[in-house]
């Protein structure tokens, strides 16, 4: 069996983004949608984590932390915006929320 | 040999689940599905050697950011199916073909970097004298190199706060 290098981890953070990607295209709950997000930012954790490996350098893990940070960030602030959206229009389907689409 | 048996193992799962989130009709099995796949990742984490962001993946995402997650789930309590509505222009082949295009070209990128191996050898941080385990180096670059960058993801959390608290008020 071959050794683990960080190719195998480049391509399972590939498959990974590519299923956040399909999530995003795809679903069309806003809350599945979100989740997405959060499984591509962690396929971009698992490839900064195997690269600082690596290297031997612990910036990479800086990086991931900031990574979470904004993470964080983002679902706070996406699932405020979702709560005043169901509020005025009792949906969360991403189709129903053409407001401001042209 | 034990590294690759969990390696495969670990990928195998966090794949799964991945799958499982997106495509789970139950919003809250879409929930747990995705706890799961947040603590298969952190074990990848351990695996690389990278304890403290493992405990920091369970904590923050598995503790906290999924909490948030179920909260509104149980918040937004649906009258009707959140899928119901089918909006007729509406073209997912086209957006799962688009994914595809997307993962065509990161295979693309990571054949090229195969055929043209770059060479990452850029300069070392400064690591502390005896940087003896993970946490003490992470914290060392954290707190001396880019204490910047750490005080600037502060700010962007307090915005994040406040601006979650405005956005969920009652009167909007």
Redesign the interface.
């Known amino acids: 069996?071959?050794?683990?290098t960080p190719?195998?981890?480049?391509?399972?953070s590939?498959?990974?983004?590519?299923?956040?990607?399909?999530?995003v295209?795809?679903?069309?709950?806003v809350?599945?949608i979100?989740?997405?997000i959060?499984?591509i930012l962690?396929a971009v954790?698992?490839n900064l984590?195997?690269?600082?490996?690596?290297?031997g350098?612990?910036?990479g893990?800086?990086f991931?932390?900031?990574v979470?940070?904004?993470?964080?960030?983002?679902?706070?602030?996406g699932?405020?915006?979702?709560?005043?959206f169901?509020?005025n229009k009792?949906?969360?389907?991403i189709?129903?929320m053409s407001l401001m689409r042209w | 040999?034990g590294?690759?048996i969990a390696?495969y193992t670990l990928?195998a799962l966090?794949?799964g689940f991945?799958?499982m989130?997106?495509t789970a009709r139950n919003?809250v099995h879409?929930?747990l599905f995705?706890v799961a796949?947040?603590l298969f990742?952190a074990a990848?984490?351990v695996l690389?050697?990278?304890q403290?962001?493992a405990v920091?993946?369970v904590i923050?995402?598995a503790g906290?950011?999924v909490v948030?997650?179920l909260f509104?789930?149980m918040?937004?309590n649906?009258?009707r199916p959140?899928?119901?509505?089918?909006?007729r222009r509406?073209k997912?082949g086209l957006?799962?073909a688009?994914?595809?295009v997307?993962?065509a070209e990161?295979?693309a990128i990571?054949a090229f970097a195969?055929v043209q191996p770059a060479h990452?050898?850029g300069p070392?941080?400064a690591?502390p004298p005896e940087a003896a385990n993970?946490v003490e180096?992470?914290g060392w670059?954290?707190y001396t190199?880019?204490l910047v960058?750490f005080e600037v993801?502060s700010m962007?959390?307090l915005?994040?706060?406040v601006?979650?608290?405005?956005?969920?008020r009652?009167e909007?």
């Open positions: 069996m071959t050794p683990i190719a195998h981890y480049v391509v399972l590939a498959a990974l983004f590519t299923i956040g990607v399909i999530g295209m795809v679903r069309r709950n809350i599945v979100l989740m997405s959060e499984l962690n954790n698992i984590i195997a690269f600082s490996r690596q290297l350098d612990a910036v893990q800086v991931a932390i900031f979470i940070c904004v993470a964080a960030a983002e679902a706070a602030v699932l405020g915006i979702l709560l005043a169901y509020r009792e949906t969360v389907n189709d129903e | 040999m590294e690759a390696f990928a966090i794949l991945g799958v989130v997106i919003t879409s929930v995705l796949n947040f990742v990848l984490y690389l050697g990278a403290f962001l920091i993946q923050v995402y906290g950011i948030l997650y509104v789930v918040l937004v649906l009258k959140p899928e119901a509505h089918r909006d509406r997912s957006g799962l688009i994914s595809l997307v993962l990161i295979v990571a195969v990452l050898t070392k941080a690591l993970n180096q992470v670059l954290l190199q880019y960058p993801a962007l959390l915005v994040a706060m601006g979650a608290i405005v956005l969920a009652r909007l």
